[in-house]
């Protein structure tokens, strides 16, 4: 009996390191986690999403980076938006970010 549930134990360990990765939207390459929406929505439409995908920035740069093209390119105003675009951002594409696991999906989080 014991062994079971090692096994098991075993199994689902290896089920999660599987499968840590994020998955990524076929068409724009942008992580897909909250947010996710918001940022194809507003920031895709000017310039492809790679310009996002190839950048790591800190919250400050790419609030920065958002308050520069709102000046000068045109952009919109976030407005309610703003937190989660800039949440999203931080989360997937900030320097720290490269060398880290991805966090598990929220499915396999426990509830
Ligand atoms: C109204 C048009 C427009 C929209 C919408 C837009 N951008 Fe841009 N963005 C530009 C232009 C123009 C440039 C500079 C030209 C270029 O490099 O292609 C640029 C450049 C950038 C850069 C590179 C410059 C830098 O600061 O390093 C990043 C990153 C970026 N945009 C991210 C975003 C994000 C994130 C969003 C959504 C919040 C967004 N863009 C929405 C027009 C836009």
Redesign the pocket.
């Known amino acids: 009996m014991k062994k079971h549930v090692l096994l098991l134990g075993s199994l689902l360990s290896f089920a999660a390191v599987a499968v840590s990765d994020y998955e990524k939207d076929k068409i724009t390459g942008l992580v897909i986690d909250k947010g996710f929406e918001e940022?194809r929505a507003?920031?895709?439409?000017?310039?492809s999403a790679k310009?996002?995908t190839q950048?790591r920035?800190s919250y400050d740069?790419?609030l920065?980076?958002?308050r520069?093209?709102q000046e000068?390119?045109?952009?919109?105003p976030?407005s309610v938006n703003?937190p989660i675009?800039l949440d999203y951002?931080t989360k997937h594409y900030s320097p720290e970010d490269t060398g880290r696991r991805a966090n598990l999906p929220s499915h396999l989080l426990p509830k």
Do not use: A
């Open positions: 940022v507003n920031c895709t439409v000017c310039h310009i996002i950048n920035m740069s790419w920065d980076s958002i520069w093209m000068t390119q045109g952009l919109w976030l703003e675009i951002l």
